[in-house]
């Protein structure tokens, strides 16, 4: 059981509505990504897994939407909110994001591994 966090990127690396930071994970035996963005202020950082079949989110990165104000996954368009990943448009739903466990100090973004995701 992984009780530390890891270090994801500083806090400046991420900005309201930009790119997402990305970080190798295991899932459930799988070696895949999570991401983290964030998003009127707050971090959040979720498993890189759409819903819909269970591709990667993003392309190259870029994981909102134009305007800013939802996450969208490039493959087939799905929307969730940036805050919950509750799915909120597209073949996603009924259906959210995995969230992941995020904390901001001493000006960086940390991630506290737990359940089936780990660091890769
Ligand atoms: S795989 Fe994401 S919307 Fe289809």
Redesign the pocket.
């Known amino acids: 059981m992984i009780t530390s966090s890891v270090k994801v990127c500083p806090s400046t690396d991420l900005v309201d509505g930009g790119l997402a930071r990305k970080l190798p994970v295991r899932h459930g035996g799988e070696t895949t990504t999570a991401f983290f963005v964030r998003y009127q202020g707050r971090a959040y950082g979720y498993l890189n897994r759409?819903p819909?079949?269970g591709?990667q989110?993003d392309w190259e990165g870029h994981v909102f939407t134009r305007a800013g104000d939802q996450l969208m996954?490039a493959?087939?368009?799905?929307t969730f909110k940036p805050d919950t990943g509750e799915c909120t448009g597209?073949?996603?739903q009924p259906s959210k994001l995995s969230a992941l466990k995020v904390t901001e100090a001493d000006q960086s973004i940390f991630w506290w591994p737990e359940g089936k995701t780990e660091p890769a």
């Open positions: 759409c819909h079949m591709s989110l996954c493959r087939h368009g799905a597209g073949p996603c």
